[in-house]
């Protein structure tokens, strides 16, 4: 006999502190469930708060407010017949746990800590919750006042415990339990346990999603079982995106899923489950039925009630089929992750729309060409008939009769750039800047600011009495870094300025949020200036690699027509603060940095995802480039970087709040907790590198490494004693107090 049950997985976009409108999304996730036939909904982790709570979790407020959110939900009216899971912060024996608190009908049923933190990456879960240690055991927890009141219930159990219904039996996991070696669905499978329950807070990563759909195909195939897993969606008021993907997964198969990247605050998923399909495959799986033979119990919560229909009418209704799950590929996740991050930010800050300063590059055009994708989802949701996203829209331009019908026209509402010029920037950058700009709609304007340079530079003169020159007019490195840092500077006091008044100018409220375009790998190399158009409110590639960035604009060429981008990303990437030689451009990023892109990326992944020093990554990197570089070279390089990220790192504490998407962001005091302060010289590092040089040395065959080293090698050395300031046997006097020296480009390094 069949028993068919229907069970939904909720993704919110909740909010961190909003627990008005967290309570409001949580509610109409219910609602929606019920709809649909479910009798079990799950939401995502910590929903009634939000998950980016961080220090407020530490205090009493957040708990509080909890407790109140969840006096509401148990009441609503909504919320009867039907089993309910929820997260929130609880504190038990004054120890506060991360816990999925399950009621049905006025009464709280089960509280169900969190039993292994997640530390990692950008979580500090063991920071604010403590792991719930006694496995298989529950302790009686004494409900607030304001509980007893609704529920007449003074106690309830807390601890590791499942829940039987009539006809079947339901356990539960919170993120990371997922992902940690010691699974408890295992156990609690071996124990009968039919539907596993799993809320998370995953954030995404490029090309990351299918690592928890393995985990959750795999979790249902390898005992059987029904797996939900609720997932939240968007910033949380962060800098990561989360994941959604929320889904059920049966026998090893995904039946039902959700979207990753939407506007939607609410998006339900619903899957009718035979419970029989679970028995007959456990049952088929002969090594685990022996297992599960001696296996030991979980505590039991009872509730007389039923997931499956218990008349005939529930034997006709059809379960949900294996479905392929689809991954966007990286450049798709591009333009659509960041797109949905900055949705959120302009929506949920009060502001009007973005400012940004569009050099005619690819960063800046990546930046810009993420907001016109943002403009595409927004008309798409609206003319989808989206009541949510064309309310905030109304908002947000400050017109409740406005209906966007074309994204440029949006674009030109909400969207301001502007090419900012100096005597060094050329017709090339400045066109491809106004052209882009044409394409996408955005409301542009350029600049030429050069008047504002010389004023600086005369205050500078009138109290030295001596004037800066570029190095190609005779003068030294330091002067030529300052007068490229003046315009870099400058540019980011414009582009404020621009921000803050633009709206008045147009007779609108609010002002404009200022967008950075930096990308990962000039992070991590320290290439650009402190407090310069890098600086700004937020930044939708501050976790995005170059050669991602030139995938994602040949993807926006062909899906959003914007012709200009081949031209862009043809284009060498270029600072334009130096002087033009003939009216071209003589300065390369890649010249300046003495590194190319696609050898950051992979220092930024040796560094960060496999935690090499200079030495381990010297071993590595001789073996990965061997064909292209001898061990001299391969020293060199290494040694090259590794004295640029230490005299760049401080700037790492002012980094824009980037959206996280790259594996080895070098994000400061969140994802990447390294000092900002080094020795630049590593003297024993590079000792141990040199040593290893000469056992390689002697390994060759007739002394062959070290004939080849070759005018290359020399140039990295030379750049490397140039790029720390240092001279043989000497220091530069042009360290600053910290032992860190300007370096090139939209940035040196200043103190």
């Known amino acids: 006999m069949g028993r068919r049950a229907k069970v939904a997985v909720c993704t919110l976009n909740q909010w961190a502190l909003d627990f008005e409108g967290n309570a409001k999304r949580i509610i109409r996730s219910i609602e929606e469930a019920k709809l649909s036939g479910a009798r079990l909904r799950s939401g995502p982790e910590l929903e009634i708060c939000g998950y980016s709570c961080e220090d407020h979790f530490y205090e009493s407020d957040t708990l509080l407010h909890s407790w109140e959110v969840l006096i509401n939900l148990i009441e609503h009216p909504s919320a009867q017949d039907i089993i309910v899971d929820v997260g929130m912060p609880v504190m038990h024996k004054n120890v506060t746990y991360n816990c999925r608190v399950i009621f049905f009908n006025r009464k709280v049923l089960l509280i169900r800590p969190k039993m292994m933190m997640c530390d990692d990456g950008n979580y500090r879960e063991s920071r604010w919750f403590t792991p719930w240690k006694k496995i298989r055991e529950v302790e009686e927890f004494y409900l607030p006042r304001m509980i007893r009141q609704v529920t007449g219930q003074e106690t309830v159990l807390f601890g590791d415990a499942v829940i039987s219904t009539r006809d079947t039996c339901i356990g539960f996991e919170i993120c990371e339990e997922l992902w940690n070696p010691m699974s408890s669905h295992i156990p609690m499978g071996l124990d009968g346990v039919e539907i596993f329950v799993n809320s998370s807070g995953s954030y995404m990563e490029l090309r990351k999603a299918y690592v928890a759909v393995d985990l959750i195909t795999m979790a249902s195939l390898k005992s059987g079982g029904c797996y939900m897993f609720s997932n939240l969606r968007g910033c949380d008021g962060q800098r990561v995106y989360f994941n959604g993907c929320s889904c059920v997964a049966l026998n090893g198969g995904i039946i039902s899923r959700g979207a990753q990247y939407d506007l939607r605050d609410i998006e339900v998923v619903a899957a009718t489950v035979d419970l029989e399909d679970i028995r007959t495959y456990r049952n088929s799986l002969r090594s685990r039925c022996q297992v599960a033979a001696g296996s030991p119990s979980y505590p039991r919560v009872k509730v007389d009630f039923s997931l499956s229909s218990d008349d005939a009418l529930g034997l006709t209704v059809p379960t949900c089929k294996t479905i392929t799950w689809e991954y966007h590929p990286a450049e798709e996740e591009i333009a659509l992750g960041p797109a949905c991050w900055l949705w959120d930010y302009l929506r949920r800050s009060g502001q009007g729309g973005y400012f940004l300063p569009l050099s005619g590059g690819v960063d800046s055009a990546s930046t810009a060409c993420i907001v016109h994708s943002m403009c595409r989802l927004v008309v798409n949701y609206v003319l989808r008939g989206d009541t949510q996203v064309l309310s905030d829209v109304r908002a947000l331009v400050s017109d409740q009769s406005y209906t966007p019908t074309d994204p440029k026209e949006l674009c030109s509402r909400i969207f301001f750039t502007c090419y900012m010029a100096t005597e060094n920037s050329s017709e090339d950058t400045k066109n ?114 170059k050669g991602d960035l030139r995938g994602f604009l040949h993807y926006a060429r062909r899906n959003f027509d914007l012709p200009i981008l081949e031209e862009i990303v043809g284009a060498p990437p270029t600072a334009e603060l130096e002087p033009l030689v003939g009216k071209k451009i003589a300065q390369t990023d890649e010249q300046d940095m003495g590194m190319t892109y696609d050898e950051l990326g992979q220092y930024g992944r040796l560094r960060k995802q496999l935690h090499c020093g200079p030495f381990s990554m010297f071993c590595k990197l001789t073996q990965t480039w061997s064909k292209d570089c001898t061990p001299e070279e391969v020293a060199a390089k290494v040694k090259h970087f590794y004295r640029c990220y230490a005299i760049n790192r401080h700037k790492m504490t002012v980094l824009t709040p980037s959206y996280h998407a790259e594996t080895y962001s070098p994000d400061d005091n969140r994802f990447d907790l390294r000092p900002f302060l080094y020795n630049n010289k590593w003297t024993w590092q590079f000792r141990a590198i040199d040593n290893q040089l000469k056992e390689l040395r002697l390994l060759s065959t007739g002394g062959e490494s070290s004939k080849k080293e070759s005018g290359a090698v020399r140039k990295y050395s030379t750049m490397s004693r140039e790029s720390s300031g240092e001279k043989e046997g000497s220091t530069s006097a042009s360290s600053g107090p910290f032992g860190m020296v300007t370096s090139n480009r939209p940035g040196g390094v200043e103190v």
Request: proline share 4%; glycine share 10%; net charge positive.
């Open 432 to 545: 491809r800047a106004a052209t882009l700009a044409e394409q996408i709609g955005s409301y542009h304007f350029d600049i030429n600011f050069m008047s504002v340079v010389n004023a600086v530079l005369f205050v500078f003169k009138s109290v030295t009495g001596k004037t800066p020159f570029y190095s190609v007019q005779g003068g030294t490195p330091r002067e030529n870094l300052a007068l490229q840092n003046i315009q870099a500077r400058l540019r980011m006091v414009m582009a404020y300025l621009f921000a803050q008044l633009m709206l008045w100018v147009k007779g609108r409220p609010g002002g404009l949020l200022v967008l950075g375009s930096a990308n990962v790998d000039e992070a991590l190399r320290g290439y650009m200036t402190k407090y310069d158009c890098s600086s700004a409110d937020i930044n939708p590639i501050g976790g995005i690699s």
